[in-house]
């Protein structure tokens, strides 16, 4: 090179995204969906299981709701419907009854899982790309684990995701003209 002349600066190309279907990104949603569920495997410490499982095998045993309070001391056998979550409670009842502690997990996994899968859809709907949406994902997953309990909130939090799915699908579907 000549003292008189400066070096150009090298031409800056535009890299597109990876495609959701490159060995690269499916790599990645597997370290991802592993991230999530080791982060949501820990122990069961919920005291409010051995209700729910309670309520879930007498409704299962009763084939109805129960009537009457049966699990606490100052209000048994006062009049009691079962909370409004009772499908949950009759779910966990069939989980434990098949599969016990591991039917337990199975469900905080397949249920944080779908939650997040279906979040990362919306986002994808929404405009993201590249891999950058499953690390911020992973690190939604690791607040959302404190709320993984056995709870009728990991069923929320499926519908939820579901409803923000939804609503950008239409919203898509609006803008492109459909």
Same mark, same amino acid.
């Given at each position: ?7 150009? *600066?090298? @031409? ?21 969906? =592993? ?18 499982? $309670?309520?879930?095998? *007498?409704?299962?045993?009763?084939? $109805? ?20 979550? %009772?499908?949950?409670?009759? &779910?966990?009842? @069939?989980?434990? =009854? ?8 199975? %469900? ?50 499926? &519908? ?13 579907? @609006? @803008?492109?003209?459909?």
């Amino acid at each position: 090179m000549s003292r008189g002349r400066k070096a150009r *600066a090298p @031409a800056r190309v535009a890299v597109p995204p990876l495609s959701p279907r490159h060995p690269a990104a499916l790599f990645a949603m597997g370290v991802a969906a =592993s991230c999530a569920v080791v982060s949501v495997s820990y122990r069961l410490y919920d005291t409010d299981l051995w209700l729910l499982l $309670g309520e879930g095998r *007498a409704i299962t045993m009763l084939h $109805g709701l129960t009537r009457a309070n049966l699990w606490t001391w100052p209000g048994y056998g006062t009049s009691d419907l079962t909370a409004p979550w %009772w499908l949950f409670r009759v &779910l966990v009842w @069939a989980l434990w =009854s098949a599969g016990g502690v591991v039917g337990l997990f199975a %469900w905080r996994w397949l249920s944080t899982l779908a939650a997040f899968g279906i979040l990362l859809s919306a986002a994808r709907r929404l405009g993201a790309r590249g891999l950058l949406p499953l690390v911020t994902t992973t690190l939604c997953v690791l607040v959302y684990r404190l709320r993984s309990d056995l709870r009728p909130e990991t069923i929320s939090a499926i &519908l939820f995701a579901s409803v923000l799915w939804l609503l950008e699908a239409d919203r898509a579907g @609006a @803008a492109s003209g459909g």
